[in-house]
């Protein structure tokens, strides 16, 4: 539909539609942006978050900074390290390495769909060049109920229980499989 034909429709001026169209319309209210999308068939979408702190992954950082307390000095420590494939805008939270091995670290505060979480880990994991994956969960009732409730499902592709994975990250050596560890 051509902007004159939806002005029309609307009763606005063709000018007030292009400002719309290119956010350069400074005083849109939302009613108007719900009957600018319902009129194209479109339906306008928002979302509310709560005001917090700037920083939204503080829960994250702190999970991240209580598994490094835990971690040996002899592991090289990276944040947010991002995959090496072109145009793949994906990182891992954290990077263990020594020269032996390297660690590829996915940080879980809040376990939502324990599968899809696992699986974009996994998937993640894949597509890197580290030996293994260690995925740490927070500490929670909810969290730490989750992955027993999948524990068959999951020793296979994280066979290495949590306390022999943080053992070895404290001493550190390679934990000797992928591991799902909480702190």
């Given at each position: 539909m051509s902007q004159e034909a939806l002005a029309e429709t609307l009763g606005w001026?063709?000018?007030k539609i292009s400002r719309i169209e290119n956010a350069q319309l400074r005083s849109a209210t939302l009613l108007d942006l719900v009957v600018h999308s319902g009129a194209l068939g479109?339906?306008?979408?928002?979302k509310v978050y709560p005001d917090g702190p700037?920083?939204?992954?503080?829960?994250?950082?702190?999970v991240s900074q209580r598994l490094l307390e835990r971690v040996s000095g002899n592991?090289?420590?990276?944040?947010?390290?991002?995959?090496?494939?072109?145009g793949d805008r994906r990182a891992f939270d954290i990077w263990l390495s020594t020269n032996h091995v390297s660690l590829?670290?996915?940080v879980i505060t809040r376990l939502r769909d324990v599968q899809?979480?696992?699986?974009?880990?996994?998937?993640k994991w894949r597509d890197s060049d580290a030996k293994r994956l260690v995925?740490?969960?927070a500490?929670?009732?909810a969290n730490r109920t989750a992955p027993r409730s999948l524990g068959d499902l999951l020793a296979t592709d994280f066979p290495v229980g949590p306390r022999a994975a943080l053992t070895a990250l404290a001493e550190g050596r390679d934990p000797g499989g992928n591991a799902i560890v909480v702190v």
């Open positions: 001026r063709r000018e479109l339906t306008l979408r928002t700037q920083l939204r992954d503080v829960g994250q950082l702190s592991w090289r420590t990276q944040m947010e390290v991002p995959l090496t494939l072109p590829a670290v996915e899809a979480q696992i699986r974009a880990a996994h998937l995925v740490v969960v500490q929670s009732h």
